[in-house]
């Protein structure tokens, strides 16, 4: 890691990070918090690009059952959702949530795979096993008042060709403005990837609806050995989240490999940072 300093105030160039997924896993803070700073995070790659293992953009190894991702909307924020759609609006509402007093409003839907999307590719694995779980409901006051809801996985093979795969559906009809209807199934998938985004669609119309207490978790893990690694290079934060009043942004600004790094702005405490 090294620093600079502009105008008295430090700037952090985070540069290489190695991970492993064997059996080693760094912890979520450090035990010395830094002061608030603006920070770039880039070219984050495993030791076992040293050896001839395939270097295949994957996530380190968590405990089974350990929650890799838990989206309920309570920091005010979309919590690293984005809209996949060009009309689509994305807000954290207090409307309705299923639990807590946030959950996501989708909005502005003009086809039916119109929906919120979220990065995964940094922590959901080939030849893994997950749980992933997410609950929907409809918007009130809309001409549909009930339809399918689906979890569904998008996958970009290395060769830029795309699957769909439905992860967890509701029954046919079975999403309303009544209540919550919880989506829960496992997933995996075996193919190497260069994009993953988990997302929540329903099935032939552009209704509007909440999304909330989503949850990714790990049943069986992949292969040891695997490798890990963020390079930013799609323009993305893929899958790094803010912890706190803090902005990140995949930018040109600075990098130790290629054209991104992850700049990291708006840290207002020791304890402000972005995590995964």
Request: with cysteine.
């Amino acid at each position: 890691m090294t620093q600079a300093r502009r105008c008295g105030v430090p700037v952090i160039y985070l540069s290489i990070v190695l991970l492993c997924i064997m059996g080693l896993f760094p912890s979520a803070a450090s035990s010395q918090p830094v002061d608030s700073v603006t920070g770039y995070t880039g070219g984050l790659v495993s030791s076992a690009e040293l050896s001839s293992a395939p270097l295949v953009p994957n996530a380190p190894r968590a405990t089974a059952a350990a929650p890799l991702g838990q989206y309920g909307f309570e920091s005010g924020t979309t919590e690293g959702w984005f809209p996949r759609g060009q009309d689509v609006t994305l807000a954290a509402s207090t409307e309705a949530a299923r639990s807590g007093n946030y959950s996501l409003k989708v909005t502005g839907r003009t086809a039916s795979w119109n929906s919120p999307g979220l990065n995964v590719l940094g922590r959901i694995q080939p030849n893994g096993t997950y749980e992933i779980e997410g609950c929907m409901r409809l918007v009130a006051g809309q001409a549909v008042t009930q339809t399918r809801g689906i979890i569904s996985m998008e996958r970009t093979l290395l060769d830029g060709s795309k699957r769909w795969d439905w992860v967890a559906p509701s029954a046919p009809n079975g999403v309303t403005a009544a209540g919550w209807t919880c989506l829960k199934a496992n997933y995996s998938f075996d193919t190497p990837v260069q994009a993953l985004v988990l997302y929540a669609e329903t099935q032939g119309d552009t209704a509007a609806f909440y999304l909330d207490d989503v949850s990714i978790r790990l049943v069986t893990p992949p292969p040891s050995g695997t490798v890990v690694e963020y390079n930013f290079e799609d323009g993305t934060t893929q899958g790094w989240a803010p912890r706190g009043p803090v902005t990140l942004a995949a930018l040109t600004e600075a990098a130790h490999t290629g054209n991104y790094s992850l700049k990291t702005t708006g840290r207002t405490d020791p304890v402000s940072y972005t995590h995964l």
